[in-house]
């Protein structure tokens, strides 16, 4: 049988043609993938975010390869990640950086009681500083709070976020703070993509792991990659992924070539 070959460009993120064979060879083989950013391009409306086709109609053939996990890893809420991403059942979904998981169709509520308590509290004295501050959104995830500032001013953004920072640690002593762009996020658990990255690789018996990802958050995967895996930063920015690709779009001809290369050995 003849196939039209999807070669990735080699000129772009040279030696990735060559690892994505090499990791197709391994027996048995996670492919984690950020959404946002990375299968599905950013929206002006977060309801209208979804996988570029190519890319999806690819991650369901990886899917369906034999020794082969597809798991989607996000930053957003388990049930979020579901609706956005049209996810089989049965397809393993990781939410909020690795704190929530869906595995083998079964939702996996990864904090305790203690924990539920603690993230309620601090969500409360965040809500109080969210409405002092119009533009200033306060998102609610399951292990945590995002304060967003994507839409006030510099120096409305700092004096929220020394707000929220004060009355979340007024809340809850042992609030963990992490900033990103735009974010800072107050959560109850520092669980992180890297994370999610070794435990998957441990409950499937994983000998090699390709991972996806365009945003900070996706570094704490990248850096638990070794020999033999494959790690792809989509976009600009520091990274240490091995390789680089440009958006979105590039990552669909990575993810063809990887399909074709698993389901067929
Ligand atoms: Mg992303």
Excluded: C
Aim: aromatic share 4%; net charge negative; charged share 25%.
């Amino acid at each position: 049988m003849t196939e039209q070959t999807t070669h990735v460009d080699e000129s772009a993120a040279p030696g990735l043609d060559a690892a994505l064979d090499a990791l197709a060879r391994a027996g048995r083989v996670i492919v984690a993938l950020d959404f946002d950013g990375t299968l599905a391009p950013f929206a002006d409306e977060p309801s209208q975010v979804g996988a570029l086709p190519g890319s999806w109609a690819a991650v369901l053939t990886l899917h369906r390869a034999k020794d082969t996990e597809v798991v989607l890893v996000s930053g957003r809420p388990l049930g979020s990640l579901a609706a956005v991403s049209h996810a089989p059942q049965d397809m393993a979904l990781v939410g909020s950086h690795g704190v929530e998981w869906r595995v083998d169709g079964h939702d996996e509520a990864a904090l305790t009681d203690d924990e539920v308590a603690r993230v309620a509290r601090i969500g409360a004295a965040l809500d109080e500083v969210g409405a002092r501050y119009p533009g200033v959104v306060i998102e609610h995830k399951p292990a945590g709070h995002g304060v967003h500032t994507r839409r006030v001013s510099a120096e409305v953004a700092a004096q929220a976020n020394a707000d929220a920072s004060r009355a979340a640690h007024e809340a809850d002593a042992g609030v963990l703070e992490r900033g990103g762009k735009d974010i800072v996020e107050f959560a109850v658990r520092h669980v992180t993509k890297g994370d999610a990255i070794v435990r998957l690789r441990e409950l499937h018996g994983a000998d090699a792991v390709f991972f996806a990802g365009d945003d900070v958050t996706d570094e704490d995967g990248f850096r638990v990659l070794g020999d033999g895996d494959v790690g792809v930063k989509v976009g600009p920015g520091e990274t240490r992924a091995g390789f680089r690709i440009a958006d979105p779009a590039a990552l669909t001809d990575v993810l063809k070539q990887l399909a074709r290369l698993r389901a067929t050995r």
